[in-house]
C-alpha cells in the first residue's frame, strides 16, 4: 500500500480486494517470448522463501507447458481439417478426371475402331498380300492402332485407379523401337538420322513412358532449323 507502483491499484485501495502481498514469474514460450506473468497475491502480508521462489518459477513453467500444448492441439486440428478437406478435393478431382477420361476414351474409341476395321481389311485385300512394301506399311497402321488402343485403355485405368501407375520391368530399348516404328512417316519426311544407343530395363509403367518417349522424339524432330534434317540421338544416364 505504500508502493507508488501499487498504492493506486483498486486490487490494493480497496475497490476490489484489499492486496498485501504480491509475487510473479515470467511466462516464457519456448523462442523465448514473455507472453506476461503467473502471479500470487494474498491480503496479509508475506516474504518468499528460496523454496518457494523456485515452486513459483516452476508452476509458471508448468503453466506454459499446458498453454503450448494448447497451441499445438489447435495447430493440428487445423491441419488435419485442411488435410481431411484437401483429400475430400483429391476425391472430387479424381471422379472428375475419371468421368473425362471415359468420355475421351469413348471418342477416341470410335475413329480408332474404323482405322484397325479398315486395316484388317486392307490387309486381305490380293494387292496388299502380295506386295511386300503395302503389306508392311498396313501391318504398321495395324499395330499403331493396337498400341493406341492399349494407351487409351491404360488412360482409362488410370484414371479410375486415381492415378496408380502399372509398374513393371521394362525395356526403355523396346519401348524406344516402338516409338520409331510409329514415327516411321516423319523420319521419312524429314529425313531424321535417330542415333540410339545402350538403353537399360527400367521399373516403370511401359505405356506411360511410350507416351513420354513418343512426345519426346516427336518434339525433336518436328523443332529444329529448317532445311536441315534433324540428328537425333538417344542415351540414358
Not at 503395302?134 to 485403355?153: F, T
Amino acid at each position: 500500500s505504500e508502493d507508488p507502483r501499487f498504492s493506486a491499484n483498486p486490487f490494493v485501495t480497496g475497490t476490489i480486494g484489499n492486496v498485501r502481498f504480491y509475487a510473479s514469474a515470467p511466462l516464457v514460450t519456448p523462442d523465448g517470448t514473455t507472453l506476461g506473468r503467473l502471479c500470487v497475491f494474498d491480503e496479509v502480508p508475506r516474504e518468499l522463501s528460496t523454496g518457494q521462489r523456485q515452486s513459483l518459477v516452476t508452476l509458471a513453467r508448468q503453466v506454459m507447458d499446458v498453454l503450448e500444448l494448447r497451441y499445438r492441439s489447435r495447430e493440428l486440428e487445423r491441419s488435419l481439417e485442411e488435410l481431411a478437406a484437401a483429400r475430400d478435393e483429391l476425391r472430387r478431382s479424381n471422379h472428375h478426371l475419371a468421368l473425362f477420361a471415359g468420355q475421351v476414351s469413348h471418342d477416341l474409341r470410335s475413329p480408332l475402331t474404323a482405322i484397325l476395321a479398315t486395316a484388317e481389311l486392307l490387309a486381305t485385300e490380293p494387292a496388299v498380300e502380295t506386295d511386300r512394301d503395302l503389306h508392311s506399311m498396313v501391318d504398321a497402321v495395324s499395330q499403331a492402332g493396337l498400341r493406341m488402343n492399349r494407351m487409351i485403355e491404360e488412360m482409362l485405368g488410370y484414371a479410375m485407379e486415381g492415378g496408380q501407375l502399372r509398374l513393371r520391368e521394362t525395356a526403355v530399348e523396346h519401348v524406344v523401337s516402338l516409338v520409331l516404328a510409329d514415327l516411321g512417316p516423319l523420319l521419312s519426311q524429314t529425313g531424321a538420322e535417330v542415333a540410339v544407343g545402350e538403353l537399360p530395363v527400367v521399373v516403370a509403367d511401359a505405356d506411360m513412358l511410350y507416351s513420354v518417349v513418343l512426345n519426346l522424339m516427336t518434339n525433336a524432330l518436328k523443332f529444329g532449323r529448317a532445311g536441315v534434317p534433324p540428328k537425333v540421338e538417344v542415351t540414358a544416364e
